[in-house]
């Protein structure tokens, strides 16, 4: 039988992994299941063998307000290295199913150089779903030595959205209700959204059962907002992980490459009254 995504038409499909696929590597010993959930949730139930990488511990405000990065290359070589993870290791990072906090950790993954990490196609919910296993037990897992290589151009700071050209679109990814200012979340300081920003909540790319729809979904929902191959685009959210990289993700699986994460988004551009 063709792989499940042969049908959604990606141009990158090797992003994801499916469960059937992950079923049969994950008890090899170069393969690092990570859940991506908070410490609670994942004690609840997991897949066995997956160590818990909480997304938010990889989103500094400190160093997204310095530089861009979402957090510094010590912490990131920290807790990757505690996770049992080297050059070597094929990473494979899942949520609940729905997508945003995967692709946080897995633009962390990238972010830092390591070339080898996919998300797992439908996460936890698809994974029991079938009826595979799951376990409470924590993975004992040997530290690794990760060693952080930033990629700076793919984020970009303050400055660089304030003085972004007028063909850029700046994507908010936030729900309509925080757009607007209605939903003030902890952490905002003010409510709205970005002067010049559009609205493309990431629930635009995330499907039922699967994290992500198809390439056709996902193409129409960014050319309704004037986003094709070519255009620059700058995404952003609460914390600059999660629903932004949600976004950034669901493009590079279509091909389109041109995207930008503001790693300080609304958490730090709500925080300056100087800012409109």
Not at 150 to 165: F, N, Q, T, Y
Request: proline share 5%; glycine share 8%.
């Amino acid at each position: 039988a063709a792989p499940a995504w042969a049908a959604k038409g990606y141009a990158r499909p090797e992003l994801l992994i499916e469960t059937d696929e992950l079923a049969k590597i994950v008890n090899q010993s170069n393969v690092r299941l990570v859940d991506t959930v908070d410490p609670g949730t994942y004690n609840r139930a997991h897949i066995p063998g997956a160590v818990n990488i909480f997304y938010q511990l990889l989103a500094t405000l400190k160093t997204r307000k310095e530089n861009g990065y979402p957090a510094s290359p010590k912490d990131a070589e920290k807790i990757f290295g505690e996770a049992g993870i080297d050059s070597n290791t094929l990473v494979v990072v899942y949520d609940g199913g729905e997508g945003p906090i995967a692709s946080a950790v897995w633009f962390a993954l990238d972010f830092f150089g390591h070339k080898n990490v996919k998300v797992l196609n439908g996460g936890f919910r698809k994974w029991v779903k079938e009826g595979r296993p799951v376990t409470q037990d924590a993975a004992k897992v040997e530290k690794k030595k990760f060693t952080a290589a930033p990629h700076p151009e793919k984020v970009i700071a303050l400055e660089g959205v304030k003085k972004r050209d007028k063909n850029t679109v700046l994507a908010d990814t936030r729900s309509f209700k925080e757009f607007i200012g209605q939903d003030v979340v902890p952490g905002a300081a003010r409510g709205g959204h970005i002067p010049g920003a559009v609205q493309l909540e990431w629930t635009n790319f995330s499907d039922s059962l699967e994290t992500f729809k198809s390439a056709d979904d996902i193409k129409k929902a960014l050319d309704k907002r004037g986003v094709n191959k070519d255009t620059k685009v700058i995404t952003y959210c609460q914390i600059g992980l999660g629903r932004s990289t949600m976004m950034a993700l669901a493009m590079k699986l279509v091909g389109y490459d041109n995207v930008l994460e503001y790693s300080g988004s609304w958490e730090e551009w709500s925080a300056d009254p100087r800012l409109p």
